[in-house]
């Protein structure tokens, strides 16, 4: 697949599952601002997309917000299975504490298999987090803190979206109609 093929359909899953389910409510106005920035990495080892990810977060450091805001770096060649991808995030969380990064960035994890602790792999509540390639949502600090502070009861989205995935169903998801 090329570039812009992965990079359409990732775009295709945030408009109909991340935007039109409100999983995220704070996706809409980046996207709307053509604030994210869509990177497909063709790293083949952990080595290679570690260094994709210090680029991307050194890209973010050097970029002011109002022109890019975050970033979704897409990697469909490297960690397509789950748990050697959940392995790999202790390794971003390493490189974001990085003292270059001063604690300005966090990392959302979203993977097609991601299953979190606890449920079955087809749990319905799993596709909240499930981007149709392993993705890492690079996310700055304030972004997140001046978001969370404008929005009422932040800390209840991961209950309200296992609510409204639990009501939509399997089914329902699949009518989403998603590419990838």
């Not at 359909?9 to 599952?17: F, G, P």
């Not at 990064?101 to 994890?109: C, E, G, I, L, W």
Request: glycine share 4%; hydrophobic share 45%; charged share 25%.
């Amino acid at each position: 697949m090329t570039n812009e093929t992965i990079i359409a359909v990732t775009q295709d899953w945030l408009e109909k599952a991340v935007i039109g389910l409100n999983l995220c409510p704070f996706a809409k106005a980046v996207h709307v601002k053509k604030q994210i920035r869509y990177v497909v990495s063709r790293a083949t080892t952990e080595e290679a997309l570690l260094g994709d990810l210090i680029a991307e977060l050194r890209f973010l450091q050097a970029t002011d917000a109002q022109l890019v805001d975050t970033t979704l770096l897409i990697h469909p060649l490297v960690l397509t299975d789950f748990l050697d991808y959940n392995d790999f995030l202790d390794a971003v969380d390493l490189a974001t504490a990085e003292p270059e990064f001063n604690d300005a960035f966090q990392v959302a994890s979203l993977h097609p298999q991601y299953q979190f602790s606890g449920t079955e792999v087809d749990d319905i509540e799993n596709y909240s987090n499930r981007a149709p390639y392993p993705t890492l949502h690079l996310l700055r600090e304030d972004s997140v803190d001046r978001a969370v502070d404008a929005f009422p009861d932040a800390d209840r989205i991961p209950d309200a979206n296992i609510d409204m995935l639990k009501k939509l169903g399997l089914e329902g998801w699949k009518k989403l109609n998603l590419r990838g």
